[in-house]
């Protein structure tokens, strides 16, 4: 049943998502410049941080090839679940002008349908510049592979995207009680990939603990990055918390599920 | 799926099983709670009453009209016959099926036209729209195939299929989303406004459009609108809903008889003249050479028009049907007074 319903989820996207690709078809130049502005846009990040180097040797003890290695980790994990369900702070649009209702009397999923709306190509961009500047890092660290280093790369970049997932998920269930709140949820998705770009180290205690136990988002990159690294933990967490991102990704949709349900619910029985 | 067979059984003209009722409310309710803020920081909560206590039941192949003001709860009612919002009480039955715990299972047997708000994908040629719905609702491809040329003909879709959605005027818009939610053979459709906006020509195409599905099809049919019109065109039998409780349950004429509806005739004279005296009509407005004169909304014009155009200079004249704004006005004077 679980298996059928997640089947028809992925179906309904596929379908949806394809839909939107031909659109954006229809206007081939303009997606080509919004795909090279994508890339461009997300670069003008990095830049900033190479900005930075060309004044400071090392950021709170990290040097360029480190800090490139956890901006490429957050940037690949979040351009992943930005590409998939990045248009879900949509939904408080929908929910304002009432489409919404227009995917409610479809036979599929709404959770499937609202990510699939507005995919866009072009947000390949940010994976894309991502993926290159963790070549570069990765020619540059003076690290030593082991096999458990290196299975957790993707792992951690997958679990990593996950949890932004969940992210994007719940603040589009929030919009469901305040449907103007997608810059609040942008607060979370982009501005915690900004965040994460930078080394542990810069951050305040305060900061640290929220984003690791509040919203773990210290598990999408920092943990496995420094244990990658061999380097120090926040918070002096123990070492094996570099392979948990895969549970607290899993445990982060489970909770975004939940509160998905619980807002659809909410607008079900109050309709706005 | 069950719309493939039963449809095909219909085709055949065998009656799916005797159900008395396909569409089934029973003291249903819908209750919002509205909170309005009083202060900085104070919000008072108010409860509001969409829909109260409404009952009625639609048999299978029906064609109804659902008429009522704006905020009557038209809408309300609508979503939740749909799966779209939950009732906060009473039972709620379509095809046997609870709306709000099966929404999905429910979907495939009913066809949603929402006036304003398009389904169909602004970018991509119609047929697009079309081949999507093929894929999301499973529809079996002959039974596709079938369904769309049938739609294409009648709703004269054939040279729209290729044009993007965005360069469709507005009547074919509507054409085309009637389409789309007929492909996979919807038991019921509901129409919420479905000619809003459209010129006479396109008016004219989808009522006839939607009687001959109904005849031909026995596809149920729950229409909103404003347009008395397409009621007195489509509808045996017309529903009027007023602050969530039904006003009025029977045919058109009915309706016209319990509001005393007065149709109103508007001529033009040659020039200024004192108010026409005709027998069963009385002028209520002058205004330079053009009067206004109601008559019994039961009754014909021509006679009328006849016996004033033998004695005044008529040069123009127009008929207006009474608007269920003013028929339901009238509904609530004549309850006051008796």
Known sequence: MADHRLGEALRAYRLIAGMWVRSTMAYRASFVMTTFGNFAATALDFVAILLMFSRVGALGGYPLPEVAFLYALTSISFGLADLAIGSMDRLGRRVRDGTLDTLLVRPAPVLAQVAADRFALRRLGRVTQGALVLGWALTRLDVEWTPDK??????????GCGIFCAVFVAGAAFQFVAQDASEVQNAFTYGGTTLLQYPPTVFAKELLRGVTFVLPLAFVNWLPALYVLGRPYPLDLPRWTAFAPPLVALACCALAGTAWRVGLRSYRSTGS | MVTATEAAARDEGEEPPA??????????????????????????????????????????????????????????????????LTPSGGRLRVAGIDPARERTRLARRIGVVFGQRTTLWWDLPLIDSYRLMHRMYRIPDARYRANLDRCVELLELADLLDVPVRQLSLGQRMRGDIAAA??????????????????????????????????????????????????EQLCSRVMVIDHGSLMYDGPLTGLHEAAEGERTLVVDLERELPPIEVPDARVVRVEGPRQWLAFPAGGSAAPLVARIAERYPLVDLSVREPDIEAVIAKMYAGKAVS
């Open chain 1, 150 to 159: 290196l299975l957790l790369m993707p792992v951690a970049m997958v679990s």
């Open chain 2, 19 to 84: 159900e008395s009722a396909f569409i089934e409310l029973d003291r249903v309710e819908k209750v919002f709670e509205v909170r309005r803020k009083t202060g900085f920081l104070r919000r008072e909560r108010r409860q509001v009453r969409a829909v109260d206590a409404l009952s009625f039941t639609v048999a299978r192949g029906e064609m109804v009209g659902y008429i009522g003001p704006n905020g009557a709860g038209k809408s309300t009612t609508i979503k939740m016959l749909t799966g779209i």
């Open chain 2, 182 to 231: 007929l492909l996979h053979d919807p038991e019921v459709l509901y129409l919420d406004e479905p000619t809003i906006g459209l010129d006479v020509v396109s008016k004219a195409k989808v009522r006839s459009f939607l009687r001959d599905l109904n005849a031909e099809r026995g596809t149920t049919v729950l229409l909103t609108t404003h347009d008395l019109q397409d009621i």
